[in-house]
């Protein structure tokens, strides 16, 4: 599905919270809010990333670790694309539970060049993409995963500004991380989980909070590619390290250099 054509927002700021519900607990959730929210412009439909991190995954274990400030950096697209498809290149910044996000639409040839090979994008001289660079040129970033995932999107009724987003079917990988390879890899989540998330600019509605707290809905503290990183890239490097470390004990004469 391309929603492409739709006019994109830019910039963003607001504050996310999490919830890893069941797929009855969300059915249930839906029922009751269905009054007061409804389908956003996007509806149904799938999103395809690619994090970037350094070589030693230095993004991720600072954001896990919970600073007060942290960033990703991530390639983000809506469908699975071919070269002059339009991706996204996104920045977001999390402070004091703050979330803003920016983000410069490429073609897809484009942002792999600028990437992968520092290729600056013709016509792409902007506040954003300036901001964007700077961050690569300080972190060095090189890609570290791939995060598909299906999701449902509703908008308040009221207030379009209050977002509620239910993700489900997340899919990783830390190999081929091109976006134009399609969608393959670990599934995240359990087997009937679903992960929620509320976008807002401010507090949280009264109504909300009160449905949440009688449905016994608490927030968590999850990131799709923090979680990926702890439960699959961690171990493996963990694993690396001891063998790096079993080859640096060198049982010559009973001397051990470890």
């Not at 700021?13 to 029922?31: C, D, G, N, P, S």
């Not at 999701?151 to 977002?163: P, V």
């Not at 997340?170 to 989980?193: N, P, V």
């Not at 923090?226 to 390290?241: A, C, F, N, S, V």
Request: proline share 4%; with cysteine; hydrophobic share 35%.
């Amino acid at each position: 599905m391309k929603i492409t054509a739709i006019p994109i927002q830019e910039v963003f700021k607001r504050t996310e919270k999490k919830y890893l519900l069941t797929r009855r607990q969300m059915e249930v959730l839906q029922a009751a809010i269905a009054d007061r929210m409804e389908p956003d412009v996007y509806g149904k439909y799938s999103i395809y990333n690619i994090y970037f991190d350094t070589p030693d995954f230095s993004l991720i274990r600072t954001s896990i670790e919970k600073p007060v400030y942290k960033e990703k950096i991530r390639l983000r697209s809506y469908c699975v694309p071919q070269a002059d498809d339009s991706v996204f290149l996104e920045l977001k910044k999390k402070s004091e539970r703050v979330v803003g996000k920016r983000r410069v639409t490429l073609k897809l040839k484009e942002a792999e060049r600028y990437l992968l090979r520092r290729i600056y994008p013709e016509r792409a001289d902007c506040q954003i993409l300036h901001e964007i660079d700077f961050a690569l040129a300080r972190y060095q970033v090189v890609p570290a995963a791939y995060i598909a995932y299906d999701r449902e999107a509703l908008s308040g009724i009221e207030d379009s500004q209050l977002r509620i987003t239910f993700d489900e079917n997340i899919t990783c990988r830390k190999t081929d991380l091109k976006l134009e390879q399609g969608r393959y890899g670990i599934s995240l989540l359990e087997e009937e989980q679903v992960l929620m998330e509320i976008k807002i600019p401010e507090a949280m509605p009264v109504w909300l909070a009160e449905l949440l707290s009688e449905m016994e809905i608490f927030p968590v503290s999850y990131s799709k590619y923090g979680t990926y990183y702890k439960q699959y890239i961690l171990p493996e490097q963990y694993l690396l390290y001891q063998e790096s470390l079993q080859r640096l004990i060198q049982v010559k004469g009973g001397v051990c250099y470890a």
